[in-house]
Nanobody, 129 residues
Framework: QVQLVESGGGLVQAGGSLRLSCTAS????????IGWFRQAPGKEREGVSC????????AYADSVKGRFTISRDNAENTVYLQMNNLTPDDTAVYFC??????????????????????WGQGTQVTVSS
């Protein structure tokens, strides 16, 4: 059973920063493409970012380009999402996700439509104006 755990969420003022972490036990994140998603109340879940396993290439939603950075620390078995210049529109529950089909894979152009069977419980990010 793959268990992903997100952390690092919280309350921050507009213009502030947060760094989210995605870790796993008994599962090596390094070998899989990992996606970050978010869901705000009353809105559909949307893809935020993705990092490939094969070449560490990255992808971002247009709404976060230039502000968010996804990265890996393989020694820590962790994928990070550094979020800068946050706005109230970034308020949401953030999830990391992966799938066994993403082993040794690039995220791909339509990375937000990849199959993701394994999800964390989410971490709340609230940005006040």
């Amino acid at each position: 059973q793959v268990q992903l755990v997100e952390s690092g969420g919280g309350l921050v003022q507009a213009g502030g920063s947060l760094r989210l972490s995605c870790t796993a036990s008994k599962f090596t994140l390094e070998r899989y493409a990992i996606g970050w998603f978010r869901q705000a109340p009353g809105k559909e879940r949307e893809g935020v970012s993705c990092i490939s396993s094969s070449d560490r290439s990255t992808a971002y939603a247009d709404s976060v380009k230039g502000r968010f950075t996804i990265s890996r620390d393989n020694a820590e078995n962790t994928v990070y999402l550094q979020m800068n210049n946050l706005t109230p529109d970034d308020t949401a529950v953030y999830f990391c996700a992966t799938d066994l089909s993403l082993w040794n894979s690039r995220c791909g152009t339509n990375w937000y439509r990849n199959r993701y069977d394994y999800w964390g419980q989410g971490t709340q990010v609230t940005v006040s104006s």
